[in-house]
Nanobody, 121 residues
Framework: QVQLVESGGGLVQPGGSLRLSCAAS????????MGWYRQAPGKERELVAAQTITGSTNYADSVKGRFTISRDNAENTVHLQMGSLKPEDTAVYYC???????????????WGQGAQVTVSS
């Protein structure tokens, strides 16, 4: 069984910073990509940032220059450093992993439980 466990998040003032972390555990052969989505009230879940196993990154336009994703392939962890936070960044942030449990297994999507990020003064 695979689990994604998130940590971090919370309440921060506009302009502040937060760091989210996610660790995948269980039977894991590879994760490609690994990243973060978010869902604000009344809105669809959207990609925030993702990183491939080779290090390529993809960011939502709304967070470019403010957020930085990083991952440790050996530890199966991914982090999201968020800076210059805005009220519109308020959402539940979900860790995401496209994961194989074996060399010849299919890729399945796994999600964390979600971490609330609230940007408010």
């Amino acid at each position: 069984q695979v689990q994604l466990v998130e940590s971090g998040g919370g309440l921060v003032q506009p302009g502040g910073s937060l760091r989210l972390s996610c660790a995948a555990s269980g039977t894991i052969f590879s994760i490609n990509p690994m990243g973060w989505y978010r869902q604000a009230p009344g809105k669809e879940r959207e990609l925030v940032a993702a990183q491939t196993i080779t290090g390529s990154t993809n960011y939502a336009d709304s967070v470019k220059g403010r957020f930085t994703i990083s991952r440790d392939n050996a530890e199966n962890t991914v982090h999201l450093q968020m800076g210059s936070l805005k009220p519109e960044d308020t959402a539940v942030y979900y860790c995401y992993a496209a994961l194989k449990i074996g060399r010849f297994s299919r890729v399945n999507d796994y999600w964390g439980q979600g971490a609330q990020v609230t940007v408010s003064s």
